[in-house]
């Protein structure tokens, strides 16, 4: 088992930064990605960003290229998405998932085995 705890996430101005971490804990081992995903209401839930704590490989949605970075912590398990420049359509609600074994398919739900709970994200207009 896996446990993953987010936080990072609040209300900021349109053009403004964030920072959100996930926190891994349990059987966790080394070859394993941890993505961000997102869900606006009524929206279905999209990969934000991942990477790969095997050998720092990391993907990107396009419509975040350019303005968010993830980054890792190999020795904590800790992943980080430094989120710039958030636009309105950034909002949602932001889950780690855990995959056991990366893969560079990190960006898609189905291929995640264990969830966070969630930090929300607003972005004021």
């Known amino acids: 088992q896996v446990q993953l705890v987010e936080s990072g996430g609040g209300l900021v101005q349109a053009g403004g930064s964030l920072r959100l971490s996930c926190a891994a804990s349990?059987?966790?081992?080394?070859?394993?990605?941890i993505g961000w995903f997102r869900q606006a209401p009524g929206k279905e839930r999209e990969g934000v960003s991942c990477i790969s704590n095997y050998d720092g490989s990391s993907y990107y949605a396009d419509s975040v290229k350019g303005r968010f970075t993830i980054s890792r912590d190999k020795d904590q398990d800790t992943v980080w998405l430094q989120m710039n420049l958030l636009k309105p359509e950034d909002t949602g609600l932001y889950f780690c998932a855990f995959e056991r074994v990366a893969t560079m398919r990190c960006l898609l739900p189905k291929n995640m085995d264990y969830w966070g709970k969630g930090t929300p994200v607003t972005v004021s207009s």
């Open positions: 349990g059987r966790t081992f080394s070859s394993y990605a």
